[in-house]
């Protein structure tokens, strides 16, 4: 189909609504909580256009006014405002990120001197293992899933959670640090090398 591009946007059809649905901080609230709400992108597009049709003040009769709007309303492309709005919240993915990154350094730092937290590595090395939380409370997802078992979770939501660890790990890798899962896959500790003498914790 042709269009003509308005504002970087697919055509002004597009550009208008997206711009009307972010007017102010009511209607971004809004949405930045539908956002989250959803489990894709498809879906979180379904909805948009479900609002505004029904929304439409032409609908209850029929006129050249209603087929005008309906035909306007026909022209948007819903996927676009969609990816606008989930791309808009993966950058607050990264910050929610960082922001759980310094509060894992902060407990690591205020448990690494506690001898239960001392554990062996594979090559009979030992290093610290601070218990963080569970990784229910903490994916952006709030699901467990693995590569093999993941019909639980959307394609979306798998790529905000790996985006979201490799963000966690970035941060806790400048101090040094890493993070893994315990006996129970679902358990966080985060890691570190033991400084110091060794016969200081035990």
Same mark, same amino acid.
């Given at each position: 189909?042709?269009?003509?591009?308005?504002?970087?946007?697919?055509?002004?059809?597009?550009?208008?609504?997206?711009?009307?649905?972010?007017?102010?901080?009511?209607?971004?609230?809004?949405?930045?909580?539908?956002?989250?709400?959803?489990?894709?992108?498809?879906?979180?597009?379904?909805?948009?256009? #479900?609002?505004?049709?029904? /929304?439409?003040?032409?609908?209850?009769?029929?006129?050249?006014?209603?087929?005008?709007?309906?035909?306007?309303?026909?022209?948007?492309?819903? /996927?676009?405002?969609?990816?606008?709005?989930?791309?808009?919240?993966?950058?607050?993915?990264?910050?929610?990120?960082?922001?759980?990154?310094?509060?894992?350094?902060?407990?690591?730092?205020?448990?690494?001197?506690?001898?239960?937290?001392?554990?062996?590595?594979? /090559?009979?090395?030992?290093?610290?293992?601070?218990?963080?939380?569970?990784?229910?409370?903490?994916?952006?997802?709030?699901?467990?899933?693995?590569?093999?078992?993941?019909?639980?979770?959307?394609?979306?939501?798998?790529?905000?959670?790996?985006?979201?660890?490799?963000?966690?790990?970035?941060?806790?890798?400048?101090?040094?640090?890493?993070?893994?899962?315990?006996?129970?896959?679902?358990?966080?500790?985060?890691?570190?090398?033991?400084?110091? #003498?060794? /016969?200081?914790?035990?």
């Amino acid at each position: 189909m042709n269009h003509e591009e308005y504002n970087g946007w697919y055509n002004y059809e597009t550009w208008v609504t997206a711009l009307w649905l972010q007017n102010d901080q009511g209607s971004c609230n809004y949405w930045e909580e539908m956002t989250n709400d959803v489990e894709s992108i498809y879906d979180l597009a379904q909805m948009i256009k #479900d609002e505004i049709e029904e /929304n439409d003040p032409t609908n209850d009769h029929a006129s050249m006014y209603a087929d005008l709007m309906s035909a306007a309303i026909s022209e948007i492309n819903f /996927n676009e405002i969609a990816h606008h709005f989930w791309d808009n919240y993966r950058i607050k993915v990264i910050e929610k990120a960082k922001e759980e990154a310094e509060n894992m350094i902060e407990a690591f730092e205020a448990s690494k001197d506690d001898e239960d937290c001392i554990k062996d590595s594979f /090559n009979n090395e030992q290093y610290i293992a601070v218990y963080y939380g569970n990784i229910l409370d903490i994916n952006p997802s709030g699901k467990y899933y693995t590569p093999w078992a993941n019909s639980n979770v959307s394609e979306e939501e798998a790529e905000e959670d790996e985006e979201f660890w490799e963000e966690i790990e970035r941060v806790l890798s400048e101090k040094g640090l890493w993070y893994e899962s315990g006996e129970d896959p679902t358990d966080v500790y985060v890691c570190g090398h033991i400084e110091g #003498d060794l /016969n200081e914790y035990t």
